[in-house]
Each structure stands twice: as structure tokens, then as C-alpha cells.
């Protein structure tokens, strides 16, 4: 279970406890497809939530005793939740958009549901004239990718990938386990424990070749999934920066990856600053660009690559020896 997904569920816990006061743990774990265990956990985090000031009477009060003994739940102080929201032509601006974008990967079953919010929202707000002027562009998936991708994830079943890594070329097959999909900087992301890799890795959702659900469920990983609310650069300023010497037919390479800083050489080439999370990642850069790009920086960085490079020709002369 991951915090965002406990977040989602104790905002729709509410509201639902309030309208069924007295209802039974076993009730409303079924309701919300968890186990009583699980709720018992939850309630546990919701009496210490509440209204700024923190004090007693701030915060959600919760009968643990009833929960204990009877089984059943009290919530009371929470009044302000049922309130009316009234929104700013700027907040709910905010929303439209927002919305617009979670629409964009969401499953196919799911946007009906969305589009019944933004009506609902538009009507609630009034008339918002700025909301038809802007729009929102995002590079997801087909629909069926989709679909699978977050079904799995709903549902917490592994999922068997067939992805195309664009920096080496080539396709991969990967078994993942999901842990959420997101939209960021026009694209759509999906972020899986990747059992090729042993670790947490990010998958573009339009670089998704085939996807199948498997029967296996997703297993606990101990991993911190990145704040990337303020983008991919600040989510990647603790990892190694590696500054690379590219000639002008390699200058591209500054506009597709998040660079910390990109100098002109006065020949049509660039100096370049990225960071790198994975030296296989860099390794199939370098072999890709070949001649047009040099490491100046860390010492080594670019090793790996010339001896994958060098290998490559050794088996290229063996097999055409004498030819």
C-alpha cells in the first residue's frame, strides 16, 4: 500500500462514515475492497487528522472504543467535509485542467466518469471563459495499453511489458509491478518495481508496446517514489552529473533529456551537463551517438561504452575475417 493510495481512501472514508454512521467493519472493509485490518489502520490516521490548531476539538473524532468492543463506527467533528465547496474561477480553472489531464491516461471505462465531473464542475463554477481558451496535450497510450496498465494497478496484479527503449534502439520484454501512473511534462509515465532491473523504474506509456495482466499480485517494495511535482530536473539533482562534448549532429540530445546546462562550443556543437541515474542508460547513449558525443566528465564515465564498442568490432572481424 502506498501513501497516495491510502490518501485517496481516507478522502472518500469520510464522507462515506459520515452518511452511514454505526456501520460495521466488515461493512465498510467491503465496501472499499480492503481488509479490516487494513481500516482498522486507517482509522487510526483519520483521528489525527483535522482542522488547523490540532487541538481536541480540531481534530476527526473517531469512537475507537465501539470499533474495539462492538465493531462498529462513530465519526463525528467532521462536519465541515459535507460543506459546499465554493471555488475560485482560478481554482477550479486549476481543476478543468487537471481533470482534462487525468483523462488523458485514464482507462477508456474511466473517462465517462470524468466527463460527468467536468460537467459538474463547469456548472458549479459558472461561467469560465478561461478555461476554453486553454488546453491540455498529453502522449499517452492506445486505449487498450491503457486499459491493462491501469487495471493492473487497480487491482494489484503484475504486469508483463513489451517496451521500446528508445536510447538503446531495441525492445525489451520486462515483468513489473505498478505503482502509478502520472502525467508529466506532456507525457504520460508509468512507475513499476521492474524485475529486469531490480529496481524502481519509469516506463512512457506511448513507448508500450504490448501489455498483458498476469495472475500474479503485486508484491510490497520497500521504495520512495519521487516528488515530481516540480518536474523531472529537481526529482534527478542527487544523481551523478556527467558532462558530455556533442558535435552538431548530436546537439538533440539537449533538447530530449533534462539537461542542468548546455553551452555552445562556436561549431555547431554543444557542452552538455546531465544527470544519470543508470550507467547501462548512459552506456547505450554514448554506443548510439558513436563519434558524435565525448565524456569530459566524471574520469571513466564513458569506459563501459568503448569497451562494449571495442567487443562489438572484435566480434564484427571475427565473423567477416577473410571475407
Not at 552538431?248 to 546531465?274: K, N
Request: glycine share 8%.
Amino acid at each position: 500500500m502506498t501513501s497516495q493510495s491510502q490518501v485517496r481512501r481516507l478522502l472518500s472514508l469520510v464522507p462515506y462514515l459520515t452518511e452511514h454512521d454505526g456501520a460495521s467493519m466488515s461493512e465498510v472493509a467491503k465496501a472499499f475492497g480492503i481488509s479490516e485490518k487494513t481500516l482498522r489502520e486507517d482509522l487510526n490516521v483519520l483521528w489525527m487528522c483535522g482542522m488547523p490548531g490540532l487541538t481536541p476539538g480540531d481534530l476527526i473524532d473517531i469512537d475507537m472504543d465501539a470499533v474495539e468492543g462492538e465493531g462498529v463506527i462513530h465519526l463525528s467533528n467532521a462536519d465541515y467535509l459535507t460543506r459546499p465547496l465554493r471555488l475560485s474561477a482560478d481554482e477550479a480553472l486549476a481543476l478543468v485542467l487537471a481533470l482534462r489531464t487525468l483523462r488523458e491516461v485514464a482507462s477508456p471505462g474511466d473517462r465517462a466518469a470524468i466527463d460527468r465531473a467536468l460537467v459538474k464542475l463547469s456548472a458549479a463554477a459558472g461561467n469560465l471563459a478561461a478555461a476554453d481558451q486553454a488546453s491540455v496535450s498529453v502522449t499517452a497510450a492506445r486505449d487498450e495499453i491503457t486499459e491493462r496498465v491501469n487495471r493492473g494497478l487497480r487491482e494489484g496484479r503484475r504486469l508483463d511489458l513489451t517496451y521500446d527503449v528508445a536510447s538503446r534502439a531495441e525492445t525489451t520484454r520486462r515483468m513489473v509491478d505498478p505503482l502509478r501512473v502520472f502525467v508529466l511534462e506532456g507525457y504520460g509515465y508509468l512507475e513499476a518495481w521492474c524485475y529486469s532491473a531490480h529496481g524502481l523504474r519509469t516506463f512512457r506509456l506511448d513507448r508500450i508496446a504490448a501489455v498483458d495482466i498476469t495472475d500474479t499480485p503485486t508484491e510490497p517494495h520497500q521504495v520512495q517514489l519521487k516528488d515530481l511535482s516540480t518536474g523531472w530536473f529537481d526529482a534527478l539533482k542527487d544523481a551523478p552529473l556527467v558532462t558530455l562534448a556533442l558535435k552538431p549532429g548530436s546537439t538533440w540530445v539537449a533538447e530530449y533529456y533534462p539537461t542542468e546546462q548546455a553551452t555552445p562550443d562556436g561549431a555547431g556543437g554543444l557542452t552538455v551537463s546531465l544527470h544519470v541515474t543508470d550507467p547501462a542508460w548512459l552506456r547505450g547513449l554514448l554506443l548510439r551517438l558513436g563519434d558524435g558525443a565525448r565524456v569530459l566528465a566524471p574520469e571513466g564515465a564513458g569506459d563501459s561504452a568503448v569497451e562494449a564498442a571495442e567487443e562489438a568490432l572484435a566480434q564484427y572481424a571475427v565473423l567477416f575475417d577473410g571475407r
